[in-house]
């Protein structure tokens, strides 16, 4: 089993592969996360089946105070139908195999502002170093800034904006992590609101990808980029 040591400020916590000893403390701190959303939309809890099946896989991090779990991220091995999300990004039936999904992250509101996302991500990523996936996926709710911006920084692109998950509106994100570059850009580059969801379903169809967000006169922005 993988540890870390994760710095908070001035203080360092431990952080962890989870196992399913650690179930009631991961459904605790997503109960305690749902609570505190101001938008019950911008997550999409998991079940405590879900949560089993990625602790399977040995594909759960967690940083812990103490005894007490204070943030968790959760990769997951999607089920094998239509609304796998490699057809999302326009794979084959043979390559979903191939896909793994970075699911839920959920922090303690008492740690926020830490950067807590990112560390996780990056010990997630370390744990999929020598697996055989070849694609990691996600969804994002639009408006979720703090997730989009996480997926972002990790070298994801929005490749499609659909309804998933009982018909919620979700930016598609993917990554290849086999070491392969997979996208080559042309020099046009579009600005979109991030409300004006029919020109950016437009874009992404014609094979744009959506690779960075920004805020301007209180309109935020994603910037899409053409595909050769």
């Known amino acids: 089993m993988k540890e870390w040591i994760v710095s908070l400020g001035e203080k360092e916590y431990p952080a962890r592969e989870l196992t399913k000893d650690n179930i009631e403390q991961i459904l605790a701190l997503q109960d305690i996360v749902l609570q505190n ?20 896989h040995r594909l759960m991090v967690g940083v812990f105070a103490g005894e007490e779990l204070i943030a968790f991220r959760t990769l997951a091995i999607p ?15 043979e390559q979903l195999g191939d896909v793994v999904y970075q699911e839920i992250t959920n922090v303690h509101p008492t740690y926020r502002g ?5 560390k996780l991500a990056d010990l997630v990523m370390e744990l999929m170093q020598d697996s055989t996936y070849i694609y990691i996926c996600a969804t994002v709710a639009p408006f979720n800034f703090a997730s989009l911006k996480d997926k972002l920084s990790q070298g994801m692109v929005i490749k499609a904006l659909k309804r998933k998950y009982d ?7 993917y990554k290849r992590i086999d070491g392969n ?18 020109e950016q379903q437009k874009l992404l169809a014609a094979g744009w990808v959506g690779t960075s967000i920004f805020q301007k006169d209180e309109e935020w922005f994603v910037v899409y980029k053409e595909t050769l």
Do not use: V
Request: avoid cysteine; charged fraction near 35%.
């Open 79 to 93: 089920a094998m139908d239509k609304h796998h999300l490699g057809y999302d990004i326009g794979l084959s039936e």
């Open 114 to 118: 830490y950067g807590l996302q990112r």
């Open 167 to 173: 018909n919620m509106l979700r930016y598609i994100f």
């Open 181 to 198: 570059d997979f996208i080559t850009f042309g020099e046009k580059e579009l600005h979109m609101k991030m409300g004006d969801i029919e």
């Open 37 to 56: 959303l101001d938008n019950k939309e911008f997550l999409q809890p998991l079940t405590k089946e879900e949560f089993e099946d990625s602790l399977e």
